[in-house]
């Protein structure tokens, strides 16, 4: 099976892509400030909004699948808990940023993916590897960041409305002005599916309930940046996403979770020399949850944030140095011995070209009001061979501190019992690649390796059923990333393939629900008005728990996926896309159901 899925993907080099970015476009993430991503010594994937649009996704967590580089895992259909796995690590060792603020529940230790709606993605940057030297806690398989529109890489005005299978439809637009020295921008959606049954007969526990587990969500986001003069700039950005999903918990209650996310910033960009760029942030996220039905609960999780961050030019590179304030702040309907800490973070890096040599260096020191200090880095160099290819090797090291729910949450039943003394999770990670490019053809190909110490487990009694979370596992994880891109005329392909050892340490076995083998190949080609193309995702077999446990695993699958566009003139233009059009049944998890074979079309109109 697996040299199945390989092939299949290989050999598919005919059908929809991402249209990533030029290899001159500007990256962010890989250092904290602007880059050409021809020098950044990571594999950085980027997704803009028109990739987005091209694809025709309709959820955050298909574009994830589709990029290749990302693992997904997923409770059913839309609005259904959802995670990212990078590099075989866990799914709550990515770090999501939203507009460079984190935003996810600290009781969980994740981000909410299925309620960060496709209509405000102005952009996404993947990139993968340790990056705690840059970020702290959580960065351990690598960081997603996602922009919310800001008018900038987006039309000034657009409107797209689509309907398809499963009561699927959605509705969204957004509007950009400048007035004078003052830029705005405003974006509006909204997604609702009637959706499909979430769980299988076999879910456990009576968990099964025959019906149909819908999706609604209206969302928000919103950009105002005013320019004092050339050097000097004041922004606020606001986003809010607000998720009703229903889900199954037994067969004689209609379950609902009513989740919300949002987060504001306020900004201030100063130019202050010529060589010196210092960005004051502060802000706030917040993520709650409420869910009604057969165990009615509450969490909600407060994020006060504060970051001053100062660039500056040095000879053939850009230092930059400062520093950050984190406050967690939960509350629940079921207590926690203790509710709130604090991390007062200071970082400091250098990065560079000079003639062939390219070099990265970061360290940060993290300050937790748990755990005490924590000091992480990162050091990468690349060589230039010729102008086409070049030579690069990096090592890093990370963390992730233990959550709220696993330190101090209580149980009412007594049958969980948290552990205060739990340490952080480390890391430490070496890799090697390369990059080659010529003219609009780009291949790279990455070796990677992570060790991963004091992995937090669930001990569960054999006698009285009672678990609690101890730092047991070591986990260590190899592997390969390849990737290529071509751009054609009109012709874009695209091609990514992890081939990957994750697995503990101490058994041996493969980490749950990681496949050794996933990947994609997408094509898509224009004529005329016509766009058409399609992808291929697959992954191999993979284990629903720890240790292979008999009756968990998961078998490999391909799915293919076809997409078409029409513009019927310069403002309005029609879109087709059909999810897993061979309708075959796989398991993102076990005892979960995944979309059958759908179609979704949309309509878009921006006036020129």
């Known amino acids: 099976m697996k040299r199945s899925i390989i092939a299949a993907l290989i050999a598919a080099a005919t059908p929809h892509a991402l249209a990533q970015s030029s290899e001159d476009a500007v990256v962010v993430t890989a250092t904290r400030f602007p880059q050409a991503r021809s020098q950044t010594l990571q594999p950085v994937n980027i997704i803009t909004a028109e990739d987005i649009a091209r694809g025709g996704q309709q959820t955050l967590v298909e574009v994830l699948q589709a990029l290749g580089g990302v693992e997904i895992t997923s409770n059913g259909g839309f609005g259904q808990p959802s995670g990212a796995f990078m590099r075989g690590a866990n799914s709550s060792h990515t770090l999501i940023l939203v507009d460079g603020m984190r935003i996810g529940s600290a009781t969980l230790g994740a981000t909410a993916l299925e309620n960060i709606p496709l209509d405000q993605i102005e952009r996404i940057e993947v990139v993968p590897g340790e990056l705690s030297g840059l970020y702290g806690s959580d960065a351990i398989g690598g960081v997603i960041q996602i922009f919310t529109k800001s008018g900038r890489y987006v039309p000034a005005t657009s409107v797209t409305a689509g309907a398809g299978t499963y009561g699927t439809a959605s509705v969204s637009g957004g509007l950009a002005r400048a007035v004078g020295d003052t830029d705005f921008s405003l974006n509006l959606g909204y997604f609702e599916s009637q959706g499909f049954d979430a769980t299988k007969p076999t879910a456990p526990f009576g968990q099964h309930n025959p019906d149909r587990d819908g999706y609604r969500n209206t969302n928000v986001s919103g950009k105002i940046a005013h320019r004092l003069d050339a050097r000097n700039e004041l922004g606020l950005r606001v986003f809010q996403s607000d998720g009703h999903t229903h889900f ?142 070049r030579l690069r090797v990096g090592v890093g090291s990370a963390f992730k501190a233990p959550t709220f729910n696993d330190l101090y949450a209580v149980d009412p039943t007594f049958f969980f019992i948290p552990n205060p003394d739990l340490r952080p999770e480390s890391s430490r990670s070496r890799e090697a690649g390369l990059n080659y490019q010529a003219g609009a053809n780009r291949f790279s190909a990455t070796y990677f390796e992570n060790r991963i110490t004091d992995l937090v487990v669930l001990v569960t009694d054999p006698v009285t059923f009672v678990s609690t979370p101890q730092n047991l596992n070591r986990a260590r994880i190899r592997g390969a990333e390849l990737g290529y891109q071509a751009f054609v005329g009109g012709l874009q392909a695209s091609v990514q393939i992890t081939l990957q050892d994750p697995v503990d340490d101490e058994t041996g076995t493969v980490l749950p629900r990681r496949a050794r083998e996933h990947g994609s190949v997408a094509v898509s080609n224009a004529f005329g008005p016509w766009r058409l193309g399609g992808e291929v995702i697959g992954a191999s077999a993979r284990y629903d728990a720890p240790n292979e446990a008999p009756g968990t695993r998961m078998h490999g699958y391909a799915l293919v996926n076809l997409t078409a566009s029409y513009a019927l003139d310069r403002e309005w233009s029609i879109k087709v896309r059909w999810n897993n059009a061979f309708d075959r049944e796989y398991e993102l998890a076990q005892n979960f159901n995944t979309p059958r074979s759908n179609v979704f079309a949309s309509a878009q109109f921006q006036p020129k």
């Open 248 to 389: 199954d918990a037994g067969p004689a209650t209609d379950d609902l979770n009513h989740q919300t996310l949002s987060a504001f910033s306020v900004y201030s960009s100063n130019q202050i020399t010529n060589s010196w760029q210092s960005l004051i942030r502060a802000g706030q996220s917040q993520d709650k949850s409420t869910t009604t039905g057969a165990f009615p609960s509450f969490f909600g999780t407060r994020q006060p944030q504060f970051t001053w961050q100062n660039d500056i030019k040095l000879g053939p590179g850009t230092a930059i140095a400062g520093a950050e304030y984190l406050a967690q702040h939960v509350t629940s309907d079921s207590g926690f011995a203790q509710d709130h800490r604090s991390i007062k973070s200071a970082f400091a890096g250098f990065a560079g070209t000079y003639e062939k040599h390219d070099w990265q260096a970061n360290i940060r020191r993290d300050d937790n009001t748990q755990f005490g200090n924590h000091t992480t880095g990162l050091l990468g160099y690349a060589y230039r061979l010729t102008s086409e290819l």
